[in-house]
């Protein structure tokens, strides 16, 4: 079984940053990526960030510049750094992990608000 588990989302302004944090439990896992997705309410949910296995590191042109996705691979946590938040930045966050086989998993969600 596979479980990831978010937290460090909150209430911030304008402006501030906030770092969420996927908690990766799952034993014989080979994974082609992990990422950030978010949904705001009455909107699809929407990709944020990705991380290979391999390391290699993609984010949205739409966060790019204010985001940075990264993963301590001994910890087995992932990693959403979110710098100069924005109202529109409001939404749940989730975190998921693809495995080579092909199986998809997601965290509970963890939401972020950010006041203007």
């Known amino acids: 079984q596979v479980h990831l588990v978010e937290s460090g989302g909150g209430l911030v302004q304008a402006g501030g940053s906030l770092r969420l944090s996927c908690a990766i439990s799952?034993?014989?896992?080979?994974?082609?990526?992990m990422g950030w997705h978010r949904q705001a309410p009455g909107n699809q949910r929407e990709w944020v960030a990705r991380?290979?296995?391999?390391?290699?590191?993609n984010v949205a042109n739409f966060v790019k510049d204010r985001f940075t996705i990264s993963r301590d691979y001994a910890k087995n946590v992932m990693y959403l750094q979110m710098n100069n938040l924005k109202p529109e930045d409001t939404a749940v966050y989730y975190c998921?992990?693809?495995?080579?086989?092909?199986?998809?998993?997601w965290g509970q969600g963890t939401q972020v608000t950010v006041s203007s």
């Open positions: 991380i290979s296995g391999g390391g290699t590191r």
């Open positions: 998921n992990l693809v495995e080579l086989a092909g199986g998809t998993y």
């Open positions: 799952g034993s014989g896992l080979s994974v082609s990526s």
